[in-house]
C-alpha cells in the first residue's frame, strides 16, 4: 500500500483552512496547517512536506511566493495552488513557476481527492525510476536511447524496473518505431542475465522454413544446402535473452515448437530427434494485434498466454507529444556531432510543424526527420524549408483517415482529435479538459472510454 502523502495547507480564511483540515486527515491523510505565508515557511523549514496546498490570494507573502520559496528549500516538493481568481493567466503563471497543478474555489473536494491521488502515483513512480537509473549507473549502462518527458512513459519505465529480475516471458506491444527493442535491451541491461548477451531475431525477416532452422538450429544433411550442423539461436542465448521482433509473423509450425519450448524449457533441432534443454528468457515484441489474430485463427491462444506472461504496451509518439521537445534536442545535438554541424537549434515555425505533425513512424520517423534536417540545412539553424512536409501537409498522417469515410466518421475523428488535445494540454486533467470542450465530466469520461483512452 502507498504510504500518505504528508500535506500542508496554508489558507488565510480559518474556515476553508478547518475544513480541508478535516476532510484530508477523514481520508487518512497526515495535515499540518498554516494560516499565512510566512508560518508555512517556518513550518517547511522544521518539517519534511510531500505537498503543499496554498491558497493564491493572502496578505503578506501570497501563494507565488510561498510556492518559490518552497521550491527552494525541496526543489521535489509538490506544490498545489488554489484560487478564487482562476483565470488561465494565475494557472500558467502557477504552472511556469514550478506548482504541481491548481484548483479552482470554491473547492470541489472529490476533484481535490482525485488530483492529490494524482500527485501520489506519480511522485511514486518517480521515486521508483529514480532507484530504476541509479541501478543503470550501478551497471554502467545508461537508457540514451529512451528519452521521455511523458506520464505515459515514466509508467513504461517503472514496468520495466519491475519485472527485470523475474524469469518471466515479455511481450511488448506498440506500433512500429516506438522503441520496442530498446526496451527489451533495457529488461535485459537490468537483469541477472546482463552478462550473458541478448540475442535477437526479427521473425519477420525469414521464410518458415530458415526461421526454424535459425530458432532451433538444424542437423547436417536436414535439408539442402544443410552441409553441417548448425546451433540454432536458442542454443547460443543459453544464459541469457532472446529477443524475438514481429513475433505475430510465424507460422502455425513454428508457432508450435516455440510454444513446446515455453512450457517444457526443450526443443529438438531440425532434422534430428534428440532432444536439447536451454535456460533462455524469451521477450517478445510485435506491432500486430494478436487478439485480433487470435480470433482469426492466425495466432494460438495457448502461445500469446505463454508470451504474455507481463504485457508491456508503448503508446504512440502523437500520444505522449511531453516527449517531443526532449526527443528533438537530444536528436539534433547528436546528428550535429555525428555530422560535423553547428546546428543551434529549430526556428519557431519549423518547430511548431514538428509539434504538430502527427508522426505514423513514431519516434523513429522523428529521428529520420531530424537526421535529414541536420544534414541539409543551409545554416545554423532548422528552417521549414528542411522538414520533408509543409504547413499545409502537417497533419496528414492523420487527415487521410477521415477524408475516405463517411461524415459519421469524420465527425468521430475529429471529436477523439480534440478530446485527446484537451486531454493534453490540461495534463490528463479531466475537469479542465471537459471544460474546455463545453462537456460535462461524466460525458468526457463516457468518450474517454469510448476511444480507449487510458
Wanted: net charge neutral; glycine share 8%; proline share 3%.
Amino acid at each position: 500500500m502507498t504510504e500518505k502523502l504528508n500535506i500542508l495547507v496554508v489558507e488565510d480564511g480559518q474556515s476553508q483552512r478547518e475544513m480541508l483540515r478535516d476532510f484530508l486527515k477523514d481520508e487518512g491523510y497526515p495535515v499540518s496547517e498554516a494560516e499565512n505565508g510566512e508560518s508555512a515557511l517556518i513550518k517547511l523549514r522544521e518539517d519534511c512536506f510531500d505537498l503543499v496546498l496554498t491558497d493564491y490570494k493572502m496578505p503578506g507573502m501570497d501563494g507565488m511566493a510561498l510556492l518559490q520559496a518552497a521550491k527552494e528549500l525541496n526543489p521535489e516538493v509538490d506544490v498545489v495552488v488554489m484560487t478564487a481568481f482562476g483565470t488561465v493567466e494565475t494557472a500558467v503563471g502557477a504552472m511556469k513557476a514550478g506548482a504541481s497543478d491548481y484548483i479552482s474555489k470554491p473547492i470541489d473536494l472529490d476533484e481535490l481527492q482525485l488530483l492529490i491521488e494524482r500527485i501520489s502515483g506519480r511522485r511514486t513512480i518517480v521515486c521508483e525510476n529514480k532507484m530504476l537509473r541509479k541501478e543503470l549507473r550501478g551497471k554502467r549502462v545508461t537508457p540514451d536511447g529512451i528519452i521521455f518527458r511523458s506520464a505515459a512513459m515514466a509508467e513504461v519505465i517503472n514496468m520495466v524496473g519491475r519485472v527485470a529480475k523475474s524469469r518471466a516471458t515479455v511481450l511488448i506491444q506498440g506500433e512500429s518505431g516506438t522503441g520496442k527493442e530498446l526496451i527489451a535491451r533495457l529488461i535485459h541491461d537490468l537483469s541477472p542475465r546482463c552478462g550473458k548477451p541478448m540475442t535477437v531475431v526479427n521473425c519477420a525477416a525469414l521464410s518458415e522454413a530458415l526461421l526454424e532452422s535459425e530458432l532451433f538450429g538444424h542437423e547436417k544433411g536436414s535439408f539442402t544446402g544443410a552441409a553441417g550442423t548448425r546451433l540454432g539461436r536458442f542454443e547460443e542465448a543459453d544464459g541469457g535473452t532472446l529477443f524475438l521482433d514481429e513475433i505475430g509473423e510465424l507460422s502455425n509450425a513454428v508457432q508450435v515448437k516455440l510454444l513446446r519450448f515455453l512450457q517444457e524449457r526443450e526443443f529438438q533441432r531440425v532434422g534430428g530427434n534428440r532432444t536439447f534443454r536451454s535456460d533462455v528468457r524469451v521477450i517478445s515484441a510485435t506491432n500486430r494485434d494478436l487478439e485480433e489474430g487470435m480470433e482469426g485463427g492466425r495466432f494460438r491462444k495457448d502461445l500469446f498466454y505463454r508470451l504474455n506472461v507481463v504485457g508491456i504496451t508503448i503508446p504512440p509518439l502523437r500520444d505522449r507529444r511531453e516527449d517531443l521537445a526532449p526527443l528533438m534536442d537530444h536528436f539534433l545535438k547528436r546528428f550535429s556531432s555525428e555530422n560535423n554541424r553547428k546546428i543551434k537549434g529549430v526556428s519557431s515555425k519549423a518547430r511548431d510543424l514538428l509539434m504538430k505533425y502527427g508522426y505514423p513512424g513514431n519516434v523513429r520517423e522523428l529521428e529520420n526527420i531530424l537526421e535529414r534536417a541536420v544534414v541539409i540545412a543551409r545554416g545554423d539553424t532548422i528552417e521549414t524549408a528542411d522538414l520533408p512536409f509543409s504547413a499545409s501537409e502537417e497533419n496528414r498522417s492523420g487527415n487521410r483517415n477521415w477524408k475516405r469515410g463517411t461524415l459519421k466518421d469524420a465527425m468521430a475523428f475529429l471529436e477523439q482529435e480534440m478530446v485527446q488535445q484537451a486531454m493534453a494540454e490540461t495534463g490528463n486533467h479531466q475537469t479542465r479538459a471537459a471544460r474546455i470542450l463545453g462537456i460535462s465530466e461524466r460525458m468526457l469520461r463516457y468518450k474517454l472510454k469510448k476511444y480507449g483512452f487510458k
